[in-house]
């Protein structure tokens, strides 16, 4: 048995070729933790964190060493290890910092324990490589700026694309989907993200509205964790509501599924507690029937939506591509997991010399 033996993290920040603008701010680089696991026959686990804003990079790479000398020495058994930091970590709570570096061990553990079995993750977990639909960001750009972006990614074959809105007007909302829709042809996938920015009033009102554009979801119209305020405008209107990329662990999951808080559900591997916290919420969600959808991660995202019974779409972004040394690619629309050993994540080493901060 493969025994773990050290862990580093390193920071880095990542210019995006274009800056991502939604309804609550404008992303102009991802700040990232590059996380390696290695253990005592020399294998070599990676992991991705994703801070949000720079000023987490140092605390939370900090706490991620911290924690990994806690199970420096144990034997690599990923599920078990989850298990024992979530008890060790009980008190503090596992959201927040805790639960990004929790997540980036686990996500880091998995890939070692893949590659040491020389399979990919998701060949591991007994699951096939499958081609996942992709959908393509755009940001929150006005009618002409999402226009053309929304015929660039038709131009690459993308099957849907998701648009930030929330403009002052619903009407400004309209006349973006309008664009997107004449831009990208009427076979295209059409998704929107709020980004939390309104009142559940606000929402309904909206998307009762929005509801003749022919959506294939709204995402987040109101505060995440408002799972009362969800569950009211997913009742009050027709178009899907999609939530979930904010919720910190099965048990924020399971509190939005008794509310009945959204008709389909959207997994970050980061938040939702890695790999095994992904596995948990997939058979959460396909108990309850829920379609999932993915939240950044491609290259992860591609190999655990391959073992999620309700899959939906995988979000394709390439922000991170730059430190990367195969991400993955689209083709035709869809997106399928490579078959190299681990999670499909490897460094370009040159750029994340240049990113380091």
């Known amino acids: ?162 648009a930030k809105i929330g403009y002052p007007t619903v009407k400004e909302d309209i006349e973006v989907c309008q664009a997107i829709r004449k831009a990208a042809g009427s076979d295209v996938a059409i998704m929107v993200d709020y980004n939390q920015s309104l009142t559940p009033e606000e929402a309904r009102q909206r998307i009762s509205v929005l509801d003749a554009e022919g959506l294939t979801w709204v995402e987040e119209p109101t505060l995440a964790h408002d799972y009362i305020g969800h569950a009211a405008v997913t009742q009050a209107v027709q178009t899907p509501i999609q939530t979930g990329e904010n919720w910190w662990g099965t048990l924020d999951m399971s509190h939005a599924l008794d509310a009945d808080a959204s008709d389909l559900v959207m997994l970050d591997v980061m938040k939702i507690g890695g790999v095994t916290g992904w596995l948990r919420a997939a058979a959460a969600a396909h108990n309850r029937q829920r379609l999932v959808s993915s939240h950044l991660w491609p290259e992860v995202s591609a190999q655990l939506l391959s073992c999620t019974p309700t899959a939906h779409w995988l979000e394709y972004a390439d922000w991170w591509n730059p430190i990367l040394a195969n991400p993955v690619t689209v083709e035709h629309g869809y997106v399928t997991a490579g078959d190299e050993p681990g999670s499909g994540i490897n460094w370009n080493e040159k750029a994340v010399q240049q990113y380091a901060v």
């Not at 050290?6 to 070729?17: D, G, H, I, Q």
């Not at 686990?45 to 020495?73: D, M, R, V, W």
């Not at 034997?75 to 709570?93: C, D, H, N, W, Y």
């Open 1 to 162: 048995m493969h025994k773990i033996k050290s862990f580093t993290a390193r920071t880095v920040l990542v210019p995006l070729s274009t800056p991502h603008k939604t309804a609550s701010g404008e992303i102009q680089a991802s700040p990232l933790i590059l996380v390696d696991v290695l253990t005592d026959s020399g294998i070599t686990g990676h992991s991705i964190i994703f801070t949000y804003t720079p000023a987490a990079l140092k605390p939370c790479a900090e706490l991620l060493q911290n924690i990994g000398e806690l199970i420096c020495g144990e034997v690599l058994t990923p599920a078990e290890i989850e298990q024992q930091l979530s008890k060790r970590f009980r008190l503090l709570g596992t959201q927040g910092l805790v639960g990004m570096a929790l997540a980036g061990i686990d996500m880091a553990l998995w890939d070692a324990h893949a590659r040491g079995c020389n399979l990919s993750l998701v060949s591991m977990l007994g699951g096939t490589a499958k081609p996942i639909k992709a959908y393509a960001p755009i940001g929150y750009d006005g009618v002409q700026g999402c226009a053309n972006a929304a015929k660039q990614w038709a131009d690459e074959g993308f099957l849907g694309m998701k």
